[in-house]
């Protein structure tokens, strides 16, 4: 079992910035992609980024390329995503997700194992 426990959410002004943690727990965290998703109200929930079990290769939805950024730290089994210039459709619950059967290039649902509880981000215009 893995425990992912997200903070770092909030409500902040558009154009500001916050930064998303997640604690893994539970099992080995360096031999395995991990990602973000995001779910707004009504709206299905979607990709946000991933990063390689290295932290080498990450991907991102265009909606957030060039604004987000997601990061790892396995010493510490924790990643990370750095959100920049925040617009209000940015606005959703975002999930730290786990995948062990992918170590890289993760982007799809069904490729992760492990999911967080969510924390929320509000962005005001």
């Known amino acids: 079992q893995v425990q992912l426990v997200e903070s770092g959410g909030g409500l902040v002004q558009a154009g500001g910035s916050l930064r998303l943690s997640c604690a893994a727990s539970?099992?080995?965290?360096?031999?395995?992609?991990m990602g973000w998703f995001r779910q707004a109200p009504g709206k299905e929930r979607e990709f946000v980024a991933t990063v390689s079990w290295s932290g080498a290769n990450t991907y991102y939805a265009d909606s957030v390329k060039g604004r987000f950024t997601i990061s790892r730290d396995n010493a510490k089994n924790t990643v990370y995503l750095q959100m920049n210039s925040l617009k209000p459709e940015d606005t959703a619950v975002y999930y730290c997700?786990?995948?062990?059967?992918?170590?890289?290039?993760?982007?799809?649902?069904?490729?992760?194992?492990?999911w967080g509880q969510g924390t929320q981000v509000t962005v005001s215009s």
């Open positions: 997700a786990a995948s062990y059967g992918y170590n890289y290039g993760a982007r799809a649902q069904g490729q992760y194992d492990y």
């Open positions: 539970g099992r080995t965290f360096s031999n395995n992609a």
